[in-house]
């Protein structure tokens, strides 16, 4: 899939920052610009890889202007971001385990997240 400029029109409905898991390994790209589920962190030329069943999603701030945000239409534009996926688990190569550059602190965005859902049925 092509993350390209577009349009967010929905008026006057929630659009929940997403958080997932699934059975699919998802490699993600950032070719240029601010990609809006990492605003932070994901600059062009990086990419992430999420194997199957790996929980992700965006970045704390990222969450918090999802949340909070006037529910008009918005433009997203000057950005062009990718994925791949495919039911097959990745391996990274012995050059980009031990070679690679590497953000090192990329678990941290989500170390400031509260803890929102308990799982217990009917609590709203």
């Not at 029109?9 to 699919?24: A, L, Q």
């Not at 994901?42 to 529910?71: C, Q, T």
Request: net charge negative.
């Amino acid at each position: 899939v092509l993350f390209r400029e577009r349009w967010m029109v929905m008026e006057n409905t929630f659009r929940p920052p997403w958080y997932h898991k699934n059975v699919m390994s998802e490699l993600m790209g950032n070719i240029y610009g601010e990609y809006d589920a990492k605003p932070q962190g994901f600059v062009p030329g990086g990419m992430s890889l999420h194997n199957m069943m790996l929980p992700h999603g965006p970045d704390r701030e990222a969450f918090d202007k999802a949340s909070n945000a006037e529910l008009k239409p918005n433009k997203l534009d000057n950005t062009m971001s990718f994925m791949f996926e495919t039911r097959f688990p990745q391996h990274l190569t012995a050059f980009a385990a031990a070679e690679a550059p590497m953000q090192e602190d990329y678990i941290d965005c989500w170390e400031s997240l509260e803890k929102k859902f308990d799982g217990t049925p009917g609590l709203k």
